[in-house]
């Protein structure tokens, strides 16, 4: 059963707009949430994250949003840079760090100029 | 800090055959994870230690595939035989004892069954 769902495999956005990216889940007991980004022959890279019991946490041009009702979070990159153009992978786990992770399929990001 | 090591890149060997892949993790990392990525999926777990105790090998396909974590530090993944569906990328993450800090993955090892 896929606990995380992306459910768009691929996204395609100018330079400089937004980009937004999907996760759905179906465990409640997700307490913790990641997102990581992965180039061509290289592992997953860590993004950004958010604990269960936010509903949003930004970094810099990332935003990541929790809607927990909904069982729905989002990543949103503002302005997208060409350097964007990669696969993001939203996970999840029971344990904050101590945990195994949930993967979804991801969701290949092409920026273009 | 040196980020986790994973060796070889690349594997091409014909089923049935075995293999083996290694992976150091970062220096002081506690928890050590094998994932099995497929073509289109994402990673999926087979195998966690802590420290060179197994906590979670429920999803490990133990009548081919077999894991240790020697001295708690780098650790090996095998399998023996290899089957065509095998074919995936095989990475390796550590994590420390830090809850703020999350799983760090290595660049993988992609196997490719004949």
């Known amino acids: 059963d896929q606990q995380v769902k992306q459910n768009s495999p691929s996204l395609s956005v100018q330079e400089g707009r937004i980009s937004i990216l999907n996760c759905d889940y179906t465990?409640?007991?997700?307490?913790?949430f990641l997102w990581y980004k992965k180039y061509p022959a290289e592992g997953p890279t860590f993004l950004i994250s958010?604990?269960?019991?936010?509903d949003k946490n930004e970094d810099g041009r990332f935003t990541v949003f929790l809607n927990k009702s909904a069982k729905h979070l989002s990543l949103h990159i503002v302005p997208s840079q060409p350097g964007d153009s990669a696969v993001y992978f939203c996970?999840?786990?029971?344990?904050?760090?101590?945990?195994?992770?949930?993967f979804g399929t991801g969701t290949r990001l092409q920026v273009f100029p | 800090e040196a980020g986790v090591a994973q060796s070889p890149r690349y594997k091409i060997i014909e089923k049935r055959q075995s293999v083996a892949f290694w992976c150091n993790p970062i220096?002081?990392?506690?928890?050590l994870y094998w994932y099995q990525q497929i073509l289109g999926q994402g990673p999926k777990l087979l195998i966690q230690?802590?420290?060179?105790?197994?906590?979670?090998d429920s999803q490990l396909p133990k009548d081919r595939f077999s894991a240790e974590r020697l001295k708690g530090v780098d650790s090996t993944l095998k399998i023996q035989p290899a089957k065509l569906e095998d074919s995936a990328v095989y990475l390796c993450?550590?994590?420390?004892?830090?809850?703020?800090?999350?799983?760090?993955f290595g660049d993988g090892t992609r196997l490719s069954i004949l």
């Open positions: 996970a999840a786990s029971l344990l904050r760090n101590t945990d195994k992770l949930i």
């Open positions: 993450a550590s994590s420390s004892w830090d809850a703020n800090q999350p799983q760090h």
């Open positions: 220096s002081g990392h506690a928890t």
């Open positions: 958010i604990s269960s019991i936010k």
């Open positions: 230690f802590q420290n060179n105790g197994v906590v979670d």
């Open positions: 465990n409640s007991m997700f307490d913790y």
